[in-house]
């Protein structure tokens, strides 16, 4: 069975700039969520989607957006880019949501220049 | 202030020593609390989840024992060995709105040393 897959893998962007990463999920699983990884903040929740609705968000700004596609896929996207928002971005995926486990992928390394 | 802490922020062992890595939470009251595990560039894998009624778990040479009482957890690491070094996340999953949130701990980095 295929694992969570995240594409890019590493995203150079300068700032002002927007930005869409992938996440698949392992197939069956409806559920998928975001995070951000900074090694001074740690992981840090930015949303969840459950069959194409946004479920849960955390507490970013609104320049931190994401969907979910009928087929579990999802896309995050992140506009008007800033130095700040250089870190791992983490994609998990769980049969039902954060009351189960969650498997996650190898994250997208965005670098903003 | 961050409702997960762990301690200590770093830790480095020698190869086959025993070590233990500690989780105080303040979330109340939670789905359930786990273990990940993280290599460098790497995606966080599961070690261990626990739900409220669970005192202990094991995964092979990784064991996570869970007192609500005092809202603490700790994961002991047995005859570590090299591929053990890696940053340990406690997670606790808190129950909110429609669906669940994931509170972080910011890790734990252990080293284990030849």
């Known amino acids: 069975k295929a694992g969570v897959t995240q594409t890019p893998r590493y995203l150079i962007k300068t700032r002002g700039q927007q930005v869409t990463l992938s996440c698949s999920p392992i197939?069956?699983?409806?559920?998928v969520s975001w995070y951000q990884q900074t090694p001074g903040q740690g992981l840090q929740f930015l949303f969840e989607?459950?069959?194409?609705?946004?479920?849960n968000k955390g507490n970013f700004p609104g320049r931190f957006s994401g969907r979910q596609f009928s087929n579990s896929r999802s896309e995050m996207n992140v506009s008007t880019l800033e130095l700040g928002d250089s870190a791992l971005y983490l994609c998990?995926?769980?049969?039902?949501?954060?009351?189960?486990?969650?498997?996650f992928g190898q994250g997208t390394r965005l670098t903003v220049v | 202030k961050n409702q997960v802490e762990q301690s200590p922020q770093s830790l480095i062992i020698l190869e086959g020593k025993n070590c233990t890595l500690q989780?105080?939470?303040?979330?109340?009251?939670?789905?359930?609390l786990r273990w990940y595990k993280q290599d460098t560039g790497r995606g966080p894998v599961s070690l261990t989840i626990?739900?409220?009624?669970?005192n202990t778990k094991s995964n092979g040479r990784y064991t996570a024992t869970l007192d609500a009482d005092t809202k603490q957890s700790s994961l002991h690491i047995t005859a570590s060995q090299l591929s053990d070094s890696a940053s340990y996340i406690c997670?606790?999953?808190?129950?909110?709105?429609?669906?669940?949130?994931?509170?972080f701990g910011k890790g734990t980095s252990l080293l284990v040393t030849p």
């Open positions: 998990a995926s769980s049969l039902e949501g954060g009351g189960r486990e969650a498997f």
């Open positions: 197939s069956g699983h409806r559920s």
């Open positions: 989607y459950f069959s194409e609705t946004q479920r």
């Open positions: 989780c105080n939470y303040t979330v109340s009251p939670f789905s359930n």
């Open positions: 626990m739900t409220f009624s669970e």
């Open positions: 997670v606790v999953s808190l129950k909110r709105g429609s669906g669940y949130a994931l509170n």
